[in-house]
């Protein structure tokens, strides 16, 4: 249903149509997607919880951690309810405002995902090649700021997102082949110019994934430097052992990033529109579901507090209240 609007065409609503071509397996798809959201979610709060509570856990690379955790809270359930609400009860409807908002919030802390791991990596060198500066450097203060940096720069850039998506006409209907309201999938659906909405979208993406690309690869690489210099192996391997995670994470979130950019420019009609959307969905559902299990297993401080809540244990502080 469509509504005039002075002169532009502007949808009611939108219909998300969930992931085109697999219509008659989406329950099947649902049940990934559920167990990642739920496993997501419980890691991510128990890791808000151990943050919270645990004194050891009171450093600026947990700081850090809790930042990731919390954007992805957010991020994954901007999209995943919505897409299982297509999948089970085929409830595809999703009015214009309402999608403009979905699109603000992924589109959003998914900058600031890739903006709080450029800042772990900003942690990582600092601990590693400044070790007996780090406390004084990355104070509370400091890492407060930096992480409300990070956020405004996500949400004054999106913000245009949203106000030139919403100035566009609408007369190509209003389908959208896809589980969420991203922003290129509702401009096409505009018989306006929509030329503007490319570029910035595309200097967005280089703005914030170029600009923390950078800093990681040069505090890594600057990291191995101190690394290698260092004469002992055991104390090269407990150096890196540190990075291992926070590496981890950033395979598990720019790897599903890296093939929907390029799958998208040189992919051409080779990949079926299927295939994107639901890389298009691991990218929002990964990192959330991987972040807690790897920090949980590679991280020692970590683990040893699950370990003792788990056994019971006076020393959790968390225990006693």
């Not at 897409?83 to 900058?111: N, P, R, S, Y």
């Not at 850039?157 to 589980?179: A, E, M, S």
């Not at 990033?257 to 079926?272: E, V």
Request: glycine share 6%; hydrophobic share 50%.
């Amino acid at each position: 249903m469509l509504m005039l609007n002075k002169t532009n065409w502007i949808p009611a609503s939108f219909i998300l149509r969930g992931v085109p071509g697999l219509e008659d397996i989406h329950i099947w798809i649902s049940f990934p997607f559920c167990s990642m959201y739920v496993v997501a979610m419980v890691g991510n709060c128990g890791l808000l919880y151990l943050i919270h509570y645990e004194d050891s856990l009171h450093r600026p690379m947990y700081y850090f951690l809790a930042m990731l955790s919390l954007t992805d809270i957010v991020m994954c359930s901007s999209t995943i309810p919505k897409a299982l609400c297509i999948f089970w009860f085929h409830l595809k409807e999703i009015g214009f405002d309402e999608c403009l908002v979905q699109m603000f919030f992924i589109h959003t802390f998914t900058g600031m995902e890739s903006g709080v791991l450029m800042l772990m990596a900003l942690d990582r060198y600092v601990a590693i090649c400044y070790p007996l500066r780090y406390s004084t450097i990355l104070t509370n203060p400091v890492i407060a700021k930096v992480g409300l940096a990070t956020f405004l720069r996500g949400v004054l850039l999106i913000i245009p997102f949203t106000v030139l998506t919403k100035r566009l006409p609408y007369c190509r209907g209003n389908i959208i082949p896809h589980t969420y309201c991203d922003h290129m999938s509702v401009a096409k659906l505009s018989c306006g110019n929509i030329k503007a909405n490319a570029i910035y979208g595309l200097m967005v993406a280089l703005l914030i994934g170029g600009f923390d690309i950078l800093c990681i690869t040069v505090s890594y690489t600057m990291i191995l430097l101190a690394v290698v210099s260092l004469s002992s192996a055991d104390a090269q391997q407990k150096a890196f052992g540190t990075c291992t995670a926070h590496i981890c994470a950033i395979v598990f979130s720019y790897s599903p990033a890296f093939f929907s950019f390029f799958s998208h420019r040189f992919g051409g009609h080779t990949i079926p529109p299927s295939c994107h959307i639901i890389v298009a969905n691991i990218y929002l559902l990964l990192p959330p579901t991987m972040n807690p299990i790897v920090y949980g297993v590679k991280t020692k401080q970590i683990r040893d507090c699950v370990i003792r809540i788990l056994s019971g244990s006076k020393n959790v502080k968390s225990h006693g209240i």
